[in-house]
């Protein structure tokens, strides 16, 4: 077969995988921890892959899906406070804003009026043209997420019933020598590995005692600045300190002094404390050989190029090109002579 023809084939198929090659990764990930589940179904199930696998996925799901749509809307609520607080044009006024939660904003102005028949008519009559354009725009993101899971789910369930006959065929095909390709495989397992437990799971143990403090405080939306907790913790020392001091500040400038040594002492004390003791243990479980400063740039560059995906795939890409400089530098330093 002519290159050109084999060239112009790859290329076809990249351009169809790659839309929903994020959701691909994830799937196979996802799939790749859920095999130790997977594999204790088959023992109570008398070695039925194919039930196994399935009653696997449906557990996956059952417990994904909800957290998935509860980090979306935290997601959300995170943004529309952010959004909020812009609005201020003096910082004491951002402050004291965030610390009281007064005077709703225009989102949730809308958010009331679409409670109520009348309001979402007055909302379609304000918008007029803009209506049908903005409800294209949902409707494509919705199909768009909707068959981005069905692949993921679809991913899971294959990598748990033939992704050793995926692996063995793609390591016979691949044009690549076949330790160079285990190498990139276990980089690849790696990456998925080394951001689920030292950059979400430190992330998510500041998130919840962040969350707590707001809670008991008394701070308004306090679980829209957990997740804004979450978020700012992948920058390594300071970044929870980016959400709980002008939390504090504001506590104090409307008078609330003693919330605000209690949440200053909560984060210098607790917060702080998770984030030097928790994630080097889970990054060491993790394993991700990239310095912590490259795997942040290689997140924000990643979110630049890709968007929110870019958490996933800047880690991903950056770890894989480090591991082909390795492969490089090492077959330069150790020529194979032929015998």
Same mark, same amino acid.
């Given at each position: 077969?002519?290159?050109?023809?084999?060239?112009?084939?790859?290329?076809?198929?990249?351009?169809?995988?790659?839309?929903?090659?994020?959701?691909?990764?994830?799937?196979?990930?996802?799939?790749?921890?859920?095999?130790?589940?997977?594999?204790?179904?088959?023992?109570?199930?008398?070695?039925?892959?194919?039930?196994?696998?399935?009653? #696997?996925?449906?557990?996956?799901?059952?417990?994904?899906?909800?957290?998935?749509?509860?980090?979306?809307?935290?997601?959300?609520? !995170?943004?529309?406070?952010?959004?909020?607080?812009?609005?201020?044009?003096?910082? *004491?006024?951002?402050?004291?804003?965030?610390?009281?939660?007064?005077?709703?904003?225009?989102?949730?102005? #809308?958010?009331?009026?679409?409670?109520?028949?009348? &309001?979402?008519? +007055?909302?379609?009559?304000?918008?007029?043209?803009? *209506?049908?354009?903005?409800?294209?725009?949902?409707?494509? !993101?919705?199909?768009?997420?909707?068959?981005?899971?069905?692949?993921?789910?679809?991913?899971?369930?294959?990598?748990?019933?033939?992704?050793?006959?995926?692996?063995?065929?793609?390591?016979?095909?691949?044009?690549?020598?076949?330790?160079?390709?285990?190498?990139?495989?276990?980089?690849?397992? +790696?990456?998925?590995?080394?951001?689920?437990?030292?950059?979400?799971?430190?992330?998510?143990?500041?998130?919840?005692?962040?969350?707590?403090?707001?809670?008991?405080?008394?701070?308004?939306?306090?679980?829209?600045?957990?997740?804004?907790?979450?978020?700012?913790?992948?920058?390594?020392?300071?970044?929870?300190?980016?959400?709980?001091?002008?939390?504090?500040?504001?506590?104090?400038?409307?008078?609330?002094?003693?919330?605000?040594?209690?949440?200053?002492?909560?984060?210098?004390?607790?917060?702080?404390?998770?984030?030097?003791?928790?994630?080097?243990?889970? #990054?060491?479980?993790?394993?991700?050989?990239?310095?912590?400063?490259?795997?942040?740039?290689?997140?924000?560059?990643?979110?630049?190029?890709?968007? &929110?995906?870019?958490?996933?795939?800047?880690?991903?890409?950056?770890?894989?090109?480090? +591991?082909?400089?390795?492969?490089?530098?090492? *077959?330069?330093?150790?020529?194979?002579?032929?015998?």
């Amino acid at each position: 077969m002519p290159r050109w023809i084999l060239a112009l084939l790859c290329a076809g198929a990249f351009v169809m995988l790659a839309p929903f090659a994020p959701w691909v990764i994830l799937g196979i990930w996802l799939g790749l921890y859920a095999e130790k589940v997977h594999v204790a179904m088959m023992r109570v199930l008398g070695g039925r892959r194919g039930l196994s696998a399935t009653v #696997t996925v449906v557990l996956l799901v059952i417990f994904v899906l909800p957290i998935a749509a509860m980090i979306g809307s935290l997601v959300i609520d !995170a943004i529309a406070l952010v959004q909020r607080l812009m609005a201020s044009e003096q910082g *004491a006024s951002i402050l004291e804003r965030l610390a009281r939660g007064d005077a709703a904003t225009s989102g949730e102005k #809308t958010q009331q009026a679409m409670m109520s028949t009348d &309001g979402m008519i +007055e909302l379609l009559r304000q918008q007029g043209g803009r *209506a049908w354009a903005v409800f294209t725009q949902v409707a494509g !993101a919705a199909a768009h997420v909707v068959i981005g899971l069905l692949i993921m789910i679809s991913g899971i369930y294959g990598v748990l019933t033939e992704g050793r006959g995926w692996y063995s065929w793609a390591e016979q095909h691949a044009p690549i020598p076949s330790d160079a390709f285990h190498r990139f495989a276990a980089a690849f397992v +790696e990456t998925g590995k080394g951001l689920a437990y030292g950059i979400v799971g430190a992330g998510l143990i500041q998130s919840i005692v962040a969350t707590a403090a707001f809670l008991i405080l008394g701070v308004p939306s306090a679980l829209a600045l957990g997740m804004l907790t979450l978020i700012f913790s992948v920058i390594p020392a300071i970044g929870t300190a980016i959400v709980w001091v002008p939390v504090s500040i504001g506590l104090a400038l409307t008078g609330r002094e003693g919330a605000a040594i209690a949440l200053a002492v909560v984060g210098v004390g607790v917060i702080g404390t998770v984030d030097n003791l928790a994630r080097p243990i889970l #990054t060491r479980r993790g394993a991700l050989q990239l310095p912590s400063y490259v795997t942040l740039i290689a997140m924000f560059g990643g979110v630049q190029l890709f968007g &929110g995906w870019g958490l996933l795939l800047g880690p991903l890409v950056v770890r894989m090109a480090k +591991e082909a400089i390795l492969i490089r530098s090492e *077959a330069v330093a150790n020529p194979v002579v032929p015998s």
